[in-house]
């Protein structure tokens, strides 16, 4: 149940492991599966949705049904009935209905658009073709997305935000505050401790009564896990499906993977984890590997917002412990846009934000999802190149030993006993020591050498 | 232009190497470097008159490999040829834990054919294998798998190329329907604006290459290796993460407007699927599993995608994983995405390895193969090569084992238990070399030709000293797909015999005659077999090479002009298109974990050559580049307490070697490198394989780290960082 990012990759996982199962698909969204983690790059115009559409499974044998909602599931018979009547038996059911746009319960939420599906996508498109301001409601990763996006698009936008700071569940104040400075940059207006009271046909109205015209709403006030069905049929549910690290329901016959699930008390929010449980699935009820589990997953959260990097992981707001069990690196330049903060505990390096350009970023994000110890001086990690020797590239402070022509070996000594024997020239010491005649990147150095030593002689008195 | 026909049976037969074509002139023999694949050009002269001791090396101008420019291992070539490491006598031993002494050439073939009979009768065909080898010009390879599958009958053949160009080989294959490493020549190389090269250290590997590299170089490599220094971009990307890498470059492609939509359209098939199966690859979720930042990523993109000519080049560290044929069929999806293979000055190609690592590919050592790069379970190629050996196409053997899986079933039950070796060093070279060792010890009838005592050779029941570049003819297919001539500058010694001469005996002693030992004649039976294959060298004669500076396959007549560029005007597939795959990623076959919690990867040093059987017999060779060492990030060298010069000990789940630690902020903080010329270090790599090329996954496993004289175990090096 389910042909979002979850279901379908469950498909393919299933189908690469066993091409004779029969699998059934049921989506409720009429469009085949299509990468939701880049709609704001749609939104944004850096992709086209074409470009974010998904493998579809059905050439593979793969039974898809588009378009059709799942109005029951059925334990006892072991089928799940839909809204236009079909019947579908099972002997393993995996929910994959993932979750929905929250909408506050404000007068005239029906007036903004909530941003979840690609048909939200396409509407607010269309209305942004038309509106010249428009106001993101939600100041979280979705929230920030969506409004550099439409900032992007040429629309003055104001982004607002009911707590102190955006991206709260992610950021600390102070790389909430300079994530805030970028937007501005870019043409985006932060509000933080907004509180809406109501949407307008002209716009939105605060709980202080201003009211900001807006010709474009759009809510991102976060998601809750689609479970009704998974209720009503008896299941587990706390804030998602609750499932063990088999991914099983207490029902044997029952999995669930994706935003829907809630696995060792976390609902994940994220692709990434929602694959790994894909694959854990697949293994299972293929039979492919019996002995395989989930054990939940490491969280790395990237902003997509053209000229605006930030990715953040793991536990960010955690605070130095005097007793030094976790330590605090930080580097700030708020004039750049550039924050960085590293939270290490056991020699680990267990939260990271870094938001402006972050060179290390990879390396960092690989770090903390092998959870490794960590290599030497974290400063090292900050600021790529201090571990790196500054090489001697002047012939007075280069040592005799060092090599000046790697392909044939010929270091500056060699160069200068060849001079010394009275070669002058490039192609007297080449001549002599084969210096420059491999890959030829030394034939600047080795001619710099000799007119140091040739000029080194002008200077000596005879 | 209207190709002629290819001219079986009515081939006019080359001159005689005797004749001028083949004697040195008076500047020397104009002959090509020992070594790697880019065959550089050179002369060996012999001074008149001065003795055993002088033998030199110049450069050859007229060669566009390598324009006059030579490496240290090509200048220093010469000290093999004079010096006392040279083997000149047949060995044997009296017992299996006996010392290996000098017995008579007689003596020496008469003991392999009696104990390749006894075993052959006893356990049949298959139990005698032959392991061939990427160095062996194109005339003993094509000789060696005649004479596994006409006087052995053996299906058991496979060579080290297996460990080198399988991968990339197989991946072209099945996207071009053609093999040529690069194909095209390599001075286009020069006017490519952008030059993308994943997993190769040519700077080291083939200095003189760098001089054809003049847009903006983007090197893909785990280490800051020489040629990443030079480049204007370097993607530093976890070990065994390339294939991610290339997902993650061409979703950015495709989605940044990038893909060259007519050249799609005109020239390709395949490519909707592949455009769906990238989806999932966005710049974000590639960062993450290769450690390259997005922005680089993009910047990557950029160069190749705004350049108006740009060319994607592999090489093994991209390759020698068991997913290497993903990865490269990855690679080559974004060269057809951005319209790049079959365009002037464009392209892919990969960066092939060995002397004749090309041609060594192409005439039969293979598995699955006879010459002209046929398929051996392909009906009609069996009629045509048994036609041209005078067999019965029924006698041929079918399909034997991968390089590898041979060497793992050497002396087990079901596997061979005599094995002949030919130009290759596999105690060194092969994967889990301990294990390797093992099983070569546990044959009844190891053989081994080599010009050197290698590891191998120390090895082996029976020695057979053999001739090497200087002192024979023949001829070589470099990385371009050129046909290059190997030519005799002087005598070999006196006890030392020719490859080809070697399997004549053998094969007539074990009553197959029909075998030459005079290239010239091997060559012609070549050109016969290989007509009408894919790499069809029907209408290459020595003249020709030699008027022509080379001639680049196919070629299948004398009038063809030969194929410098075959993707210009259609691909070799059925239907002149290329074709795209969709791949996915998996991740390396071993994972580091709280045991093993570092990477390993190997690599080659500017100074010595492949398994160091040449190079370590070299004086200068050994002084540039002494023995085994590990090279390790400053922070895991002060994890350890160690510093350069300071030994440490590199352990895997399948071994352990001691080598000297190099302390360097090149290589990632996770990530150790160890040159593989000696001994050792293969110990440590895995024999995981991909499951088309079978290659094994020498580039990345998991390893763990300490100083030897620290306790055992992981232990070593845990302690907190200083």
């Known amino acids: 149940m389910g042909n979002g990012m979850a279901g379908s990759r469950l498909a393919a996982e299933v189908r690469a492991r066993d091409a004779d199962l029969t699998i059934t698909v049921v989506g409720a969204e009429a469009r085949g599966p299509y990468n939701r983690v880049l709609l704001s790059n749609v939104l944004a115009g850096t992709a086209s949705p074409e470009q974010v559409r998904l493998p579809a499974q059905a050439g593979d044998g793969v039974n898809v049904r588009l378009g059709v909602t799942v109005t029951a599931i059925d334990r006892a018979a072991r089928e799940v009935r839909t809204a236009d009547g079909w019947r579908e038996p099972y002997d393993v059911l995996v929910l994959a209905t993932g979750s929905e746009a929250v909408v506050p319960r404000i007068p005239g939420a029906g007036r903004a658009i909530a941003l979840r599906t690609m048909d939200d996508c396409d509407r607010i498109l269309a209305a942004a073709r038309t509106a010249t301001s428009a106001v993101v409601v939600g100041g979280g990763l979705l929230g920030v997305e969506a409004a550099r996006g439409l900032a992007g698009r040429g629309l003055r936008v104001t982004l607002l935000h009911r707590t102190g700071h955006l991206m709260d569940r992610q950021l600390d104040a102070e790389a909430g505050l300079v994530l805030g400075e970028a937007l501005a940059g870019l043409g985006v207006t932060v509000r933080t401790g907004a509180r809406v009271a109501a949407i307008r046909a002209r716009g939105v109205e605060l709980s202080t009564g201003e009211v900001l015209p807006a010709g474009l709403v759009v809510l991102a006030c976060g998601v809750r896990p689609v479970t009704g069905l998974a209720e009503d049929a008896g299941l587990e549910v706390g804030q998602g499906v609750v499932v063990d690290d088999r991914l099983r329901t207490a029902d044997p016959a029952i999995y669930a993977i994706g935003e829907c699930a809630q696995h060792d008390g976390t609902v994940y929010g994220l692709v990434a984890p929602a694959w790994e449980q894909a694959a854990v699935v697949a293994d299972l009820i293929t039979g492919a590997d019996p002995s395989a589990r989930y054990r939940g997953s490491r969280l790395v959260t990237r902003l997509k917002a053209r000229s605006v990097e930030l990715a953040a992981m793991g536990e960010t707001h955690l605070a130095e412990d005097p007793a030094g069990a976790v330590e605090v690196v930080m580097f700030t330049h708020r004039a750049r846009g550039i924050y960085r903060k590293l939270v290490i505990r056991d020699d680990r390096l267990v939260g990271a934000i870094l938001l402006g350009e972050a060179p290390t970023v990879g390396t960092l994000t690989q770090l903390y999802d092998r959870g490794g110890p960590l290599p030497g001086d974290p400063a090292g990690l900050l600021f790529p190149g201090l571990d790196d020797a500054v090489p001697a590239d002047t012939p007075v402070r280069m040592p005799d030993s060092a090599r000046v022509c790697e392909c044939n070996n010929v270091t500056k000594g060699r160069i200068r006993a060849c001079w010394e024997a009275g070669a002058r020239d490039l192609a007297a010491v080449t001549a002599a020591t084969r210096a420059t005649t491999g890959c030829g990147s030394c034939a600047d150095a080795v001619e710099g050498l000799i007119g140091w030593l040739c000029a080194q002689e002008e200077e000596v008195p005879v | 232009m209207k190709r002629p026909e290819s001219t079986i049976g009515s081939m006019p037969i080359s001159l005689s190497p005797r004749a001028s074509v083949m004697s040195p002139a008076h500047v020397g023999a104009a002959t090509h470097c020992p070594y790697c694949a880019l065959q550089c050009g050179m002369y060996v002269t012999r001074e008149p008159g001065a003795g055993d001791g002088a033998v030199t090396v110049t450069p050859r101008q007229d060669v566009p490999a390598n324009e006059g420019a030579l490496c240290q291992k090509g200048w220093t070539a010469a000290e093999l040829l004079t010096g006392g490491a040279r083997l000149t006598t047949p060995l044997a031993r009296e017992r299996r834990d006996g010392p290996l002494v000098p017995v008579t050439w007689d003596d020496a073939l008469d003991r392999v054919a009696a104990g390749v009979r006894a075993i052959q009768e006893r356990h049949g065909a298959d139990a005698v294998a032959v392991f061939g080898g990427g160095g062996l010009t194109n005339e003993k390879a094509y000789q060696l798998g005649k004479f596994a599958r006409v006087a052995l009958r053996t299906s058991q053949i496979d060579y080290n190329g297996r460990f080198c160009m399988s991968s990339a080989a197989a991946a072209a294959g099945r996207a071009f329907g053609m093999d040529r490493g690069l194909p095209f020549p390599i001075t286009d190389l020069a006017g490519a604006e952008a030059v993308l090269l994943a997993g190769g250290n040519v700077a080291e590997t083939m200095p003189p290459f760098m001089r054809h590299l003049r847009g903006a170089l983007i090197v893909a490599d785990p280490r800051e290796t020489r040629t990443a220094r030079r480049a204007a971009l370097h993607l530093r990307l976890a070990p065994g993460t390339d294939l991610a890498l290339a997902l ?475």
């Open chain 2, 248 to 722: 993650g470059l061409l979703h950015i492609a495709i989605t940044e407007g990038y893909a060259d939509e007519p050249y799609i359209a005109a020239r390709t098939t395949g490519f909707e699927a592949v455009r769906a199966s990238v989806a999932t690859w966005w710049p974000e979720r590639a960062e993450r599993v290769t450690g390259v930042p997005v922005a680089d990523l993009r910047e990557a993109v950029r160069l190749l995608g705004t350049a108006r000519t740009a060319v994607i080049l592999t090489g093994r560290g991209a390759e020698q994983h068991a997913k290497g044929v993903d990865t490269v069929t990855a690679f080559i999806d974004l060269a057809l995405a951005l319209g790049l293979p079959g365009r002037a000055g464009s392209g892919y190609g990969c960066l092939t390895g060995q002397g004749n690592g090309q041609g060594g590919r192409e005439h039969g050592q293979k598995a699955d193969q006879l010459p002209g790069y046929r398929r051996i379970d392909d009906q009609a190629a069996r009629a045509h090569v048994a036609r041209v050996w005078g067999v019965d196409p029924a006698e041929l053997p079918g399909p034997g084992r991968s390089a590898y899986e041979l060497l793992d079933a050497l002396g087990t039950p079901g596997g061979p238990k005599g094995l002949l070796v030919f130009g290759s060093n596999p105690v060194v070279s092969a994967p889990r070399s301990g294990h390797v060792a093992g099983r070569l010890a546990a044959l009844d009838l190891l053989v081994v030709s080599d010009l050197v005592l290698s590891e191998t050779a120390a090895m082996a029941d029976v020695v057979l000293p053999t001739t090497q570049w200087a002192e024979e003819h023949g001829t070589m297919t470099n990385l371009e797909g050129r046909v290059l001539l190997r030519r005799q500058a002087l005598a070999p010694p006196p006890g030392v015999r020719g490859d080809l001469e070697i399997l004549a005996d053998l094969a007539a002693r074990l009553g197959r005659p029909g075998f030459s030992g005079d290239a010239g004649v091997v060559f012609d039976e070549l050109r016969r077999a290989s007509a009408g294959g894919i790499a069809d060298y029907a209408g290459i004669t020595y003249e020709r090479i030699a008027a022509e500076t080379g001639v680049f396959w196919p070629a299948p007549s004398e009038d063809h002009p030969g194929t410098p560029r075959p993707f210009l005007d259609r691909f070799p597939t059925p239907d002149g298109r290329a074709r795209f795959v969709p791949v996915d990623y998996r991740p390396p076959a071993e994972e580091v974990d709280d045991d093993y919690p570092y990477y390993l990867t190997t690599g080659r040093v500017l100074a010595q050559y492949q398994s160091g059987a040449q190079t370590r017999r070299i004086h200068a060779l050994n002084d540039a580049a002494p023995g085994p060492y590990a090279e390790l990030h400053p922070g895991l060298a002060a994890r350890l307490g160690v510093s350069t010069g300071d030994m440490v000990r590199v352990e895997s789940r399948r071994g352990a070697t001691e080598a000297v630690a190099r302390v360097s902020a090149a290589i990632r903080h996770d990530t150790i490198f160890m040159p593989f010329h000696w001994e050792g270090v293969n110990r440590l790599t895995n024999p995981a394989l991909d499951p088309v090329s079978r290659m094994p996954e020498f580039k990345v496993c998991a390893v763990r780290v300490r100083r030897p004289d620290a306790p055992g175990g992981s232990e070593g090096e845990r302690g907190r960082r200083p």
